[in-house]
């Protein structure tokens, strides 16, 4: 992945760049520094292919890290957000060799395809609710050749494209077959396309159906041998949500939800027992509530939630979400609930 570096003394503005360019995690690998001295210190021990930073600063402005930059790494790409700049600052931009002047007021919108110009990603959007097997299956039929970066709940892979086969996979440590097998059995993916050519040897051969039908195998046995601890079955999904966490309210997406707990893909920071509150909603817009719960779990693309003790009306709404049989359900929770009320009285 190109690794873009953003520098930014404002913490609000920093994280506004880079929550626009997360969106691309497949393709590029984000980091974030507060100063013109952090950014320098931090290029001397990391390969970097692009700085975005701003003109105003605390400390060294933009201008002058732009110009340390292009002295000391002339091959590096620097984009440098302004407020109307002056004709000086322009001028002076360019004469810098690799600089590209944006306004933050007018171009913050393209920011994102700006960036993929510069590091030469022939970007080709994103694409999220509907399978993988039924997305190659539709490239296979135009033939078209690309890179598709795969992400699913907590890992990322690769697979290559030329003229509509399969011909190479990376994930980890596994490369070629191995390595498309695992990510085919992946459900509820993002898709970020990169129709940049890839030019490595085919490690693939054989047809995309035969792979489709290996990695379903393959996904069944590890499942049917896995060992089920949970003390309720969970269920992969892909539904937008709400969550309150320190009287703010942020969206972001479930991956799997059951009756005891849910997985939330967020990137806020959140300590383990943490307390928030998700707003639940199904297909019906007139069924929705929330949950509450404590963060039990946590990784770099999200966090595990262990709900507290759910009323009725709260496992109907999570069963809906899920798919069960509500009216079924609800049978068998009332007579659950009964031998409670006969101990009350």
Not at 6 to 23: C, H, N, P
Not at 80 to 105: C, F, Y
Not at 210 to 225: H, P
Request: hydrophobic share 40%; with cysteine.
């Amino acid at each position: 992945m190109k690794k873009v570096l953003i520098v930014d003394s404002d913490t609000g503005m920093r994280q506004a760049f880079a929550s626009l360019l997360k969106g691309h995690d497949g393709l590029l690998n984000i980091h974030t520094v507060e100063s013109g001295k952090a950014a320098l210190a931090f290029l001397e021990n990391h390969e970097i292919h692009l700085v975005i930073t701003r003109l105003h600063m605390t400390g060294m402005d933009g201008l002058e890290l732009v110009t340390r930059l292009n002295h000391k790494y002339p091959q590096l790409r620097v984009i440098l957000m302004t407020s109307n700049a002056s004709p000086m600052v322009r001028a002076r931009l360019q004469m810098l060799n690799g600089a590209v002047h944006m306004d933050e007021a007018t171009d913050m919108g393209l920011l994102s395809e700006r960036v993929f110009t510069e590091l030469q990603i022939s970007y080709g959007g994103q694409v999220r609710g509907i399978s993988l097997s039924s997305f190659l299956q539709m490239i296979e039929l135009e033939a078209c050749s690309c890179t598709l970066q795969v992400i699913g709940k907590d890992r990322k892979g690769r697979l290559h494209v030329r003229e509509g086969e399969l011909v190479g996979a990376a994930v980890e440590d596994l490369r070629g077959k191995a390595a498309a097998l695992d990510i085919l059995a992946w459900e509820n993916v993002q898709i970020n396309i990169d129709y940049s050519p890839w030019e490595a040897p085919r490690e693939i051969e054989g047809p995309l159906m035969s792979l489709f039908l290996e990695s379903r195998r393959i996904a069944d046995e590890r499942v049917s041998e896995r060992p089920n601890q949970r003390a309720h079955d969970r269920y992969d999904c892909l539904v937008a949500v709400d969550y309150d966490l320190n009287n703010w309210t942020y969206q972001s997406f479930l991956r799997d939800i059951s009756l005891g707990g849910a997985y939330v893909e967020t990137e806020k920071p959140m300590a383990e027992g943490q307390r928030i509150i998700l707003t639940l909603t199904t297909h019906r817009p007139e069924q929705s509530g929330t949950v509450t719960g404590s963060v039990v779990r946590k990784d770099a693309r999200g966090v595990g939630i262990q709900f507290d003790p759910l009323t009725l009306k709260q496992r109907r709404l999570i069963q809906g979400i899920i798919g069960l049989d509500v009216e079924r359900e609800a049978v068998v929770d009332a007579a659950d609930e009964e031998p409670e009320l006969d101990l009350k009285r």
